[in-house]
């Protein structure tokens, strides 16, 4: 049981920076594999990156590589994705997500908690 609530989106120029963070209460955070995906106007939701209970693996998509760094903090309730070099195809609705007990990376299916998200907006 974790409510995943996602922060820190907004309107930045093409080549600029964001970082999101993703907060839950609850003792069983911890436990929890954590995932960020995006999903742009007229398209459907695609996975961005992926991190374990520990943040010791973390798993990316080809087209945010280089660029998307996920982490996470279990002693604060939240994990991260901080987004460097950021591009107008970028622009989309981020989503955080939870996954208990998953594979490695997490299936889609293995998400059982999603947030609301948070609007990114990438101008160039």
């Known amino acids: 049981q974790v409510q995943p609530v996602e922060s820190g989106g907004g309107l930045v120029q093409a080549g600029g920076s964001l970082r999101l963070s993703c907060a839950a209460s609850?003792?069983?955070?911890?436990?929890?594999?954590m995932g960020w995906f995006r999903q742009a106007p007229g398209k459907e939701r695609e996975f961005v990156a992926a991190i374990n209970w520990s943040g010791g693996n973390t798993y990316y998509s080809d087209s945010v590589k280089g660029r998307f760094t996920i982490s996470r903090d279990n002693a604060k309730n939240t994990v991260y994705l901080q987004m460097n070099s950021l591009k107008p195809e970028d622009t989309a609705v981020y989503y955080c997500a939870a996954a208990l007990r998953s594979s490695w990376p997490p299936l889609t299916r293995d998400y059982a908690y999603w947030g609301q998200g948070t609007q990114v907006t990438v101008s160039s």
């Open positions: 609850g003792r069983t955070f911890s436990s929890y594999g």
